[in-house]
């Protein structure tokens, strides 16, 4: 009985994932969308799975003989995995269970259950962060997100520059202020930055040299998303928005 009912629910969960269900959620711009509507995964020409999904990276040294994701199983269920954003929540969980029960008797509870944390995390993060993953947008999300990626990376270029030296602190500020997403530590910095002429060079030199090098943090980070989105955009034949 319990055979049957497993086997029902991998049926369920394999038409889900080719054809997708009906269900009105928001996309990654805050608008409504039919998860049907969301498109499955391609892995870019010259990028593998394992790259697709961010697990190309060495495990030799942490577990004997390493973690194999190009393994036939795993590549299976990483390609399962380009339908994430189609699935409700409970075919969600249901794919994650598959993941979990295959992987674990594949490999074992440490190898296959180290995989298997790693590929689950992927999908939560594919599910609550798709903008991570351009290949998993739709069109519409695919530009929006390489607008925002885009804008931001500029902006963190503007304010490392703008936190180099004590006369532009306080154009810093004003930048930081006008940027309602920044978070509190920007701010923080930003106000110290502001009263720095006040304040022990030591202290000064200190803040701003730590405001410089996280504002490059920040604009590595985005604008290396920004260029992932626009060699999607580039794949799909969709102009550069400018």
Same mark, same amino acid.
């Given at each position: ?5 497993? @086997? ?6 394999? #038409? ?22 969301? =498109?499955?995964?391609? %892995? ?6 394992? #790259? ?22 795993? *590549? ?16 969600? #969980? ?9 992987? @674990? ?14 590929? /689950? ?21 695919? /530009? ?20 180099? @030296?004590?006369?532009?602190? /306080?154009?810093? *500020? ?8 920044? =978070?509190?530590? /920007? ?14 060079? !030591? ?13 490059? %943090? ?8 920004? !260029? ?7 794949? *799909? ?6």
């Amino acid at each position: 009985m319990l055979d049957t009912a497993h @086997t029902a629910e991998d049926a369920e969960l394999d #038409q889900a994932l080719r054809e997708g269900i009906h269900e009105v959620v928001r996309d990654a711009t805050g608008h409504p969308a039919d998860r049907m509507s969301f =498109p499955v995964g391609r %892995v870019p020409a010259g990028q593998t799975l394992e #790259q697709f999904w961010h697990v190309d990276f060495p495990y030799a040294h942490w577990v004997g003989g390493g973690l194999d994701y190009s393994h036939f199983e795993v *590549r299976a269920l990483m390609t399962d995995m380009l339908s994430v954003r189609r699935l409700s929540p409970a075919l969600l #969980q249901a794919l994650l269970t598959r993941i979990k029960d295959r992987l @674990t008797a594949a490999f074992g509870p440490q190898q296959g259950g180290m995989m298997a944390a790693v590929l /689950i995390a992927r999908c939560q993060q594919a599910v609550t962060q798709p903008e991570d993953f351009p290949g998993l947008l739709s069109d519409d999300e695919l /530009i929006a997100v390489y607008r925002l990626d885009s804008g931001l990376a500029k902006d963190f270029g503007a304010f490392g520059g703008g936190a180099q @030296t004590v006369n532009r602190a /306080i154009d810093f *500020r004003k930048k930081v202020a006008a940027r309602a997403w920044l =978070p509190r530590w /920007i701010r923080r910095l930003a106000a110290l930055a502001e009263v720095g002429k006040r304040a022990k060079p !030591s202290v000064l030199g200190w803040s701003l040299t730590w405001a410089q090098t996280m504002m490059g %943090v920040g604009y590595a980070h985005f604008s290396g998303r920004a !260029s992932a989105c626009k060699d999607e955009l580039n794949r *799909r034949n969709l102009p550069i928005p400018q």
